[in-house]
């Protein structure tokens, strides 16, 4: 009985509820713990210690992992009615599927450490704005939307190759620095036109490639801005998303007027295909080492 006991007072935290819903679907490591449910690893390994304690969790190595898994199946009951009181538990489901590619996903752990050793070291000509020149350069010409374009400095340099790029900014004082810019340097195929990204100033089917570079966390309505890139885009055609990985950097909505926090993978691939998106990609694809060391996500799809 007091073993009974013991294992409902564990129950009594959520977080340690999510943790036990996700391990009766998979066994799983800290790293993928804290992967779906963007939490510390501090704090996962305090409440997995406790799960063990209470005979709930056992785990086992291997190779250079530790997989912890769910042992009490006389629980699963209880758990899923509890899962009925945790508004993270469907969203929780949907991030294993992700980890899980992840874990099969050893070609993208072997370009992580490419893209790590890249100007670690210096040699002669080598260099990141060599390796973006030449990425687009190969771009083919295409009418491009940039989506909360800011200056349009990106806008500026998809200009160089695209057929005709559209630059949407709400800023009035934005929309006239970037025009006056484009003249200034005769780039005669790049518009400024200002709008809201949730009611873009764009024709149905009009654009190859939508473009968001850390403008989806200033929308009010950021699965509606994803929803007005499918829109415009032409059947066939692609949306790209950069924007920050959740983060706990509070600050950050006074000092650069962010509404949101940054999203998970799992936010903006829903985001993507709630709106009809196929093919969704998602990868974290830049750690800042300086605090608050953001990280920065790469999503891609295409339009059917």
């Known amino acids: ?39 510390g690893q501090s704090r996962i390994s305090t409440l997995l210690a406790q799960l063990k304690q209470a005979r709930l969790v056992e785990d086992r190595r291997t190779g250079k992992s530790i997989l912890y898994r769910f042992t009490a199946a006389d629980f699963n009951t209880v758990l899923a009615e509890a899962a009925k009181e945790i508004p993270q538990a469907a969203e929780d489901a949907e991030a294993i599927k992700l980890a899980l590619a992840k874990r099969k996903d050893r070609m993208r752990a072997y370009f992580d450490g490419l893209a790590g050793k890249f100007g670690r070291h210096y040699v002669p000509g080598r260099s990141w704005k060599g390796l973006a020149e030449t990425l687009l350069a190969l771009m083919p ?96 055609g692609r949306i790209v998303v950069l924007d920050l990985v959740r983060h706990n ?29 196929q093919n969704v990609e998602t990868s974290v694809v830049h750690h ?10 790469l999503a891609l799809a295409s339009k059917p």
């Open 288 to 297: 800042e080492e300086e605090a608050p060391h953001f990280e920065t996500m």
């Open 1 to 39: 009985m007091a073993s009974i006991l013991k294992s409902l007072k564990v129950l009594a935290d959520p977080n340690r509820v999510r943790i036990l819903l996700v391990l009766q679907l998979e066994e799983l490591s800290v790293a993928e713990l804290q992967e779906i449910l963007s939490m």
């Open 141 to 236: 010409p295409l009418e491009v939307a940039d989506l909360g374009a800011g200056e349009g400095t990106f806008s500026q340099l998809l200009a160089r190759r695209a057929k005709h790029v559209i630059a949407i900014d709400n800023s009035e004082k934005m929309v006239e620095y970037g025009s006056d810019l484009a003249r200034k340097h005769g780039i005669e195929n790049l518009e400024y036109r200002r709008g809201d990204i949730e009611a873009v100033p764009i024709a149905d089917e009009s654009i190859d490639l939508a473009f968001f570079s850390q403008a989806l966390h200033h929308a009010q309505h950021p699965a509606r801005a994803v929803a007005e890139a499918w829109r415009i885009l032409k059947p066939g």
């Open 249 to 277: 950097f509070e600050e950050a909505r006074e000092m650069y007027a962010d509404l949101w926090l940054g999203f998970t993978e799992v936010e903006v691939r829903r985001f993507l295909e709630q709106a009809g998106f």
